[in-house]
């Protein structure tokens, strides 16, 4: 049973630390998302990779996110430093070269 | 205004009614459309998709998609409890995959 996986699942951490976020997508899709979830904002895209190659970050805040795909079975995403408002559920989902997306189980993460 | 729009709901129907959930968007070039259905701190589940104009059955659930009228709509059959879940309506408006999806739509079905 193929699916997308994600570490850590929950995270603490403390305003300024760095956290670091990765997801292992399906074996053979070449499409990964990440999706920030908050009750306010509802589900956002920050970014999207395709064959490895990021096409679109927009949605991410520069200044202190970053996403890469060192290879094709693992995509991170880093926030460095951290901020409360970065407290959030991050999805990751992943899909073959089509519309349709397989999502993780997601990364629960609190900035105190 | 959003791109997606849902009604937030809670939707409360009772067991065995039909649930119908629906959703608006405003980019007319949106080329395909997508129910996600989310349990309560769980991740979405793709329950249905559609493309084309006209309804989209499988199993229980029906997708129907007016273009014109720009809106989507989803509907449960013989609504089961394990049906509650907030219903996220997601559109590609463009030829990229980008999901955009709405704020949902919480579905309460009652014993």
């Known amino acids: 049973d193929a699916r997308v996986t994600q570490t850590p699942r929950h995270k603490v951490t403390e305003m300024g630390q760095e956290v670091t976020m990765r997801c292992q997508p399906i074996?053979?899709?070449?499409?990964v998302f990440w999706y920030r979830q908050t009750m306010m904002q509802g589900l956002e895209l920050l970014a999207y990779?395709?064959?490895?190659?990021?096409?679109?970050d927009s949605g991410m805040p520069k200044d202190r996110f970053s996403a890469e795909m060192p290879d094709a079975t693992l995509a991170t995403l880093k926030i460095q430093p951290s901020e409360p408002r970065d407290s959030a559920v991050y999805f990751c989902?992943?899909?073959?070269?089509?519309?349709?997306?397989?999502f993780g189980p997601g990364t629960r993460l609190t900035v105190l | 205004q959003k791109e997606v729009e849902q009604n937030s709901g809670p939707l409360s129907v009772p067991e065995g009614a039909i649930a119908s959930l629906n959703c608006t968007y405003s980019d007319r070039g949106s080329q395909s459309f997508f129910w996600y259905r989310q349990y309560s701190g769980k991740s979405p589940e793709l329950i249905m998709f559609?493309?084309?104009?006209g309804d989209k059955e499988d199993g229980r659930f029906t997708a129907q998609l007016n273009k014109a009228s720009q809106y989507v709509s989803l509907l449960i059959r013989d609504s089961q409890p394990s049906d509650s879940a907030t219903y996220l309506c997601a559109v590609i408006v463009d030829s990229s995959y980008k999901l955009i999806f709405g704020s949902g739509t919480r579905l309460l079905v009652r014993p």
């Open positions: 074996l053979g899709h070449n499409t």
């Open positions: 990779f395709r064959n490895r190659a990021p096409l679109d």
């Open positions: 559609i493309y084309s104009n």
């Open positions: 989902a992943s899909g073959p070269d089509s519309d349709t997306q397989y």
